[in-house]
């Protein structure tokens, strides 16, 4: 049984700048960085032996898929335990995640909690792991920064766990 994440990494400026925000937190705060690059969650870390039903729909849906707009738009947070970037998908891009999310449905051994359908709050994790204890620093140094960026929901990524960090399994482009 194998471990796997679905999701999309956000590219070019974004991933730049998700980087060095992180990085930062983490020196100055002393707090471990997640082990995946900047994305947001399609489906939240699941465990299966039978990967190759996903990647069938995988494979199919993105053939006919093009890639479309994304926006990063300030900070958000969850309680005192998350810090994100807001990632506000256009129209086109809120689609196609609801399609994929519905042929992903069908497979059986596949759950979506109500936190990872398709009306989640769609974010870019910055730092999320035993924070509280430094959350209000935290969240004031964040919110010093200009946080705006065009981007694109234009691929999808799968990964898996392995010697202890997140490989990348797939990807599929859009």
Not at 40 to 62: C, G, H, R, V, W
Not at 65 to 90: A, H, Q
Not at 155 to 174: A, D, H, Q, R, V
């Amino acid at each position: 049984m194998n471990k796997y994440v679905l999701v999309c990494i956000i590219g070019g400026q974004v991933l730049n700048f998700h980087k060095e925000i992180r990085s930062s937190i983490c020196y100055k705060f002393n707090k471990k960085p997640q082990k995946l690059p900047a994305h947001f969650t399609i489906k939240a870390p699941f465990e299966t032996d039978k990967i190759d039903e996903m990647i069938k729909i995988l494979d199919e849906f993105s053939k006919y898929k093009k890639r479309e707009p994304i926006k990063i738009d300030g900070f958000g947070k969850f309680r005192e335990d998350v810090v994100y970037m807001n990632v506000k998908l256009s129209d086109e891009a809120k689609k196609i995640h609801d399609e994929l999310i519905d042929e992903l449905s069908k497979i059986s051994w596949i759950e979506f909690k109500p936190n990872e359908g398709k009306n989640k709050i769609f974010h870019c994790t910055i730092v999320s792991r035993r924070i509280r204890d430094k959350f209000k620093e935290i969240w004031e140094y964040v919110n010093q920064y200009e946080c705006s960026f065009e981007s694109y929901f234009d691929n999808i990524s799968l990964y898996i766990w392995s010697n202890n960090t997140w490989e990348l399994y797939k990807k599929y482009k859009l």
